[in-house]
Each structure stands twice: as structure tokens, then as C-alpha cells.
């Protein structure tokens, strides 16, 4: 069988500075090459590391004409917006149109497209054989005109979705969708990340330290954890939060098409009419109001081969979103031996065993929060106990493999 994935037109997809869907397609075209023939369409990066023994042929595409009119709208903001040039930000057109000769040249059996579902007519035109599956890793199929999905679907042969969550969103939007709908979760490498042999951090450690991993972006709560961690912070004076992640705070017309809940959409507070994000800057006045400067750490962006020393320096990891499809830091805490803390929003109701490997708190509340983190840092015993169940879990749903199974089960059907 020929497969190709067709990464997003931003994706980084080799390390060490892969973003997250860049890394979801590099390592199950690993995984998935040992049987069948892959070829990955991805963004062409001048400073790309392309390891020189891959598995997989590569095609990448360039993108000069879609990031000169990606600048021009991030710099003219007014008028793009008077001259609706702001709604084609983000067609990329140049990388879509060499995507579709590329797929003239290759003739896959099956087409593997990542969450750019307004392309499907396009990859798959009349009289084309291959078959197409779409993956999507949040709920825009739910949030965009429901007309404009319905006619790209009718050529998608099957909805691949990242958990049961957004799974179920689509069959509740298209009931009537013939195709095959499955949930196959992301993956994380549970050999590198695994629990550290020399104990959490070694004899040098003197404190104790609640890690975030993730984009400094609205929708990741971050507002609500340091209100949180201002009453964790009172409580255990040797407790430290980690914040691991870049400051990329989505545009505001992505961020609001991620979920209807009132409470993404209230999100909006943190743009102004410009629709600039001031996030930082309520972050700072937060911390300076509750006197947490000396206590927060940003660590700014970890490398991913790099990350898990910081998974080891952690009692805790905490995902405090407010919409998160799936969750993959709180996967990669638990493969790492340690208890997690999210929010009962998406993929990380499905993750997370409430009581068992971590514990689940309603989005956008604080004093939840910080009382399940304090729960967690009271009871060592039953942190290390979260923690193994933890690993356990981690290693028979979401290592690559596993998601490359059920990957291989989806095309199989499809292709029959």
C-alpha cells in the first residue's frame, strides 16, 4: 500500500523543534514503515535536520507567497480587514496547489490529510483512485459552516479523530456521514519518556515543583493556574510552578473556532480591538498581584528530546486548558511515572483515570484547582501509586505503536 500524510502548511516535522503535529506525523510514518510505503508532504524549512537514514520519502513544498501575505495581514491589520484580505490567511494556496501536483506524480493508494479539511476536494478531484483520509486533531468540523464541511466530506472516506471526544462531536454535527469514523489518540515515545531510575530528581533536589508543558496561549488556562498556585504557594513554601512552553498566543479567530463553550469564547477579553493578544501582560500583573514572581519559572520553549528531564523534575504535571482535544502533556507526565492534574475538558476526560492515575477539575476554576494540587502534594504515597498507574496506562494506549495499529486498521478498511 502507498500512503502519504500531508502535513499542515506550518508544520515542523523533524527534531529537534517539531511542533506538535509535525512530531504526530513523523513518528507514525515510523511507525507505520516497516509495512507499507510512505511518503510525507511537509513545509520546506531552509534549517530542517533531515535525518539521513528515514524510512519514508519526503516532498516538501514551499510557501513564500502564502508567508508574504500571512506578513501583510499581521502588519496591516485595518486594512485587510476592510479589504477582506484577512480571510485568506489561511488558504495557503501555494503549498495546497504543489500538494495536489505532487499527489498527480505519486498516485497513492491512500491519502492521509491532517485537519485541513477545506482541502479534500481538492487532493481528491474527480476521477482520482486513491482514498482519503481526514484526521482532525480539534473540533473545526463541528464550528465551520455546516454546508461548506458537508461538501468536502463527500469525497473523505473516513474521519480520523484524536480522541473519543472529538469523535463524538463529528457524529453528533454529520449523524449521517457514510464513512468510517475512529478515534486513534496521539502517541508518545514511552521509551524516552519514562520514569527517571535515579528517583524524581536525584539526592541534589530541595523542593518541589508542579510543571506545565505547553504554548503560553489563553486557551491553555494559565490565568486560572497561577490564581491557583497562589493558594498552593501559601501552603507548601518549597513548591514551585514550571512553566515549559513558548509565548504563541493563537489568533483570535482560530482561538474562538476551537469550541462553543462560553468559556473559550470569553477568551476573547485577553485581545484588544485590534485583536492583539495581551495575555503576557495579564500574567505578569497576576503573579505581581499575588507575589509569585520568585515562585513561577518560565522555561520558555524545551526542545522535545530535552523534555523529559524537565518531566523528571516534577511532582506534578497540570493541564488546567479550557479546550484541549487530547492532551499530550498530561499523557507524557503519566508515561513519565508521575500524577497528573487536568481539566475535565475533551481527550483528557478519556486520559486521565480520576482517582487513579491523577485527578480531573472543572476548566476555569481555580479553587478546584489548587485543592486537587494540594491533595496530590499531601499524599506522597498515593502520588507515587498515581504514578504507576500512570505509566501503565500510557504504555498499552499511547505509545506510537498502538496508534499506529489502529492507524493500519482504518486504512485497511478503507481500501477494501
Known sequence: MKLVYVGQPYDRLFPPVQNSIGLIVYNTALHLSNSLHITV??????????????PFALRRAPVRRDRLLQKVIREFPRPARWTQLDRKADDHSQYRNEIRRYLALDRP???????????????????????????MQCEWLSQRDRDQVASQLEVVD??????????ETFRSAFPDYPGAVA?????????????????ASGDARTGRVILFVGRISPEKGLHTLVEAFSEVALRFPDVELRIAGPYSPLPVDFLTSLSSDPRVLDLKRF?????????????????????????IRFLGNVSHKELVAAYHDADIVVNPSLSESFGISVVEGMACGIPVVGTRVGGMCESILDGHTGMLVEADAPGELSQALITVLDDPAR???????????????YSW???AERLRSVYERVSR
Open 401 to 403: 505503536e498502538a496508534r
Open 109 to 135: 493508494d491512500v491519502v492521509h490529510l491532517m485537519n485541513y479539511w477545506k482541502w479534500s476536494r481538492a487532493l481528491k478531484p474527480p476521477g482520482s483512485s486513491h482514498r482519503l483520509v481526514l484526521e
Open 271 to 295: 485581545y484588544d480591538q485590534w485583536n492583539r493578544c495581551r495575555y503576557q501582560q495579564h500574567l505578569d500583573e497576576l503573579m505581581d498581584r499575588h507575589r509569585l514572581r520568585h515562585r
Open 383 to 397: 502520588a507515587r501509586g498515581m504514578g504507576t498507574e500512570g505509566r501503565e496506562r500510557a504504555v498499552a494506549l
Open 183 to 199: 478515534s486513534v489518540g496521539n502517541g508518545v515515545d514511552v521509551f524516552h519518556f519514562r520514569p527517571s531510575e535515579a528517583g
Open 41 to 54: 508532504y511537509g513545509r520546506h524549512y531552509r534549517d530542517d535536520r533531515v535525518p539521513a537514514d528515514l
Open 158 to 167: 473516513a474521519v480520523v479523530a484524536v480522541s473519543d471526544h472529538i469523535a
